[in-house]
């Protein structure tokens, strides 16, 4: 019997913004009507999570709280939407092009990835920070008792969030994932036992 958790990060789908353009806390919609992506997800996850409780989180931000939310009311579960998974906050830099952002500030901003903040919004140590908080909470209320088969909680979130989480869980330094291709619409499968080390790392990106 399977006594842990398995953690199911989703990246959103495309959204209506055009190609080039950093759109990291702002809120902007899907490009397409959700209930394709939505039917995809609900086959793939009953797989995933069979025989086992299943808890829904989400980004407050809408394209990914438009697939969560009836994701969740397929399975029969509550939704809890949490700001400490949304995306990077680019400050200046949101809604504007990449190619229009001045090269020094691009430049001093790579440099240190990290701990730099030069566009004024979020580092991504910052990022970590939340993320990490919200990864402690999940791991420390979400203990089914050890006659139960395990719980799978499902994310609904974004590339950067997903990059960090997949850091913070597996105890790498953050700029060991920050390169890790995601697909639109990725998921990626990590999974911990109750009694055991932390987690691995069962499939990336598919």
Do not use: K
């Not at 004024?120 to 050890?146: D, I």
């Amino acid at each position: 019997m399977r006594t842990g958790m398995d953690l199911i990060l989703i990246r959103h789908p495309a959204v209506a913004v055009a190609t080039g353009i950093c759109y990291g806390a702002s809120d902007v919609p899907l490009a397409a009507a959700p209930h394709i992506e939505i039917a995809r997800l609900a086959d793939r996850l009953t797989t995933l999570c069979e025989g086992r409780s299943v808890q829904f989180h989400a980004s407050t931000l809408s394209r990914c709280t438009a697939i969560a939310t009836p994701l969740a009311r397929h399975f029969e579960a509550v939704l809890q939407t949490d700001a400490r998974l949304r995306e990077l906050d680019f400050g200046r830099w949101e809604m504007q092009a990449w190619d229009a952002i001045p090269r020094a500030e691009l430049d001093t901003w790579a440099d240190d990835v990290e701990h730099a903040c030069t566009h004024g919004g979020e580092s991504v140590s910052a990022l970590a920070g939340r993320v990490q908080s919200w990864l402690t909470e999940l791991e420390t209320h979400s203990h089914p008792p050890e006659t139960e088969a395990g719980a799978c909680a499902v994310v609904l979130t974004h590339a950067g969030v997903m990059r960090v989480l997949a850091a913070l869980a597996l105890r790498l330094p953050l700029a060991a994932s920050l390169d890790w291709q995601l697909e639109l619409g990725a998921i990626c499968h990590l999974r911990r036992r109750w009694r055991g080390d932390g987690w691995t790392l069962v499939s990336w990106n598919y």
